[in-house]
């Protein structure tokens, strides 16, 4: 297979970016997110748009065990988005996990200060499924009531790591969460609890 960043990277950064603010926006909605990209393995299609679509030179990647050992996965996100790839979660603008069992604590991750809460770490995961039976409620702004977030897998101590995440406000780490062609959101505003 061939490895690709995007055809038309300006138009091709716009629709991903543009997915991913709606996604953002409206908590535990899943919205198609359609790009022409062939990474190398074991980074994902949709992770890599994402990175693609956000990272430049002035935003450092950390990329988990299972994309750092493939040495190829860090040279192509560097040479399409000039952007640093860090070995510590903490210095990360942004963060790709490729296994999310195993993902560091949330804490391990910047939250941003009082002054520049912006410059969190978002976080890109990559998921076997959106779909899953197991649900989390969601509750906040940009829902309409209640919304779901099927998203499996995730690490156990996930919910409480969220509600200490949340609890920052407006500091706070932010999270994308894809599989099989679809995104979801799941910002720092949101509070999570267990279906």
């Not at 998203?151 to 949340?166: I, S, V, Y």
Request: negative net charge; contains cysteine.
């Amino acid at each position: 297979m061939t490895v690709h960043a995007f055809t038309d990277p300006v138009f091709d950064a716009q629709k991903v970016f543009r997915a991913a603010m709606n996604v953002l926006s409206r908590p535990g909605t899943l919205v198609p997110l359609e790009a022409d990209v062939r990474p190398p393995a074991p980074l994902s299609l949709e992770i890599a748009a994402l990175a693609l679509a956000f990272a430049d030179h002035e935003t450092p990647i950390w990329l988990d065990a299972a994309l750092t050992s493939v040495s190829y996965v860090g040279e192509y996100l560097k040479f399409h988005t000039g952007a640093p790839i860090t070995p510590h979660p903490v210095e990360a603008a942004f963060a790709l996990v490729s296994e999310p069992a195993l993902c560091p604590s949330l804490t391990s991750f910047t939250a941003g200060t009082a002054d520049y809460p912006d410059r969190s770490t978002t976080i890109f995961v990559q998921t076997d499924t959106l779909r899953s039976s197991r649900s989390f409620t969601l509750r906040g702004p940009g829902i309409s009531g209640t919304a779901a977030l099927r998203a499996d897998p995730l690490p156990p101590a996930f919910p409480r790591e969220w509600a200490a995440n949340r609890a920052l406000f407006p500091r706070g780490v932010d999270m994308l969460f894809a599989a099989d062609g679809w995104i979801a959101g799941l910002p720092r505003s949101t509070e999570l609890s267990e279906a």
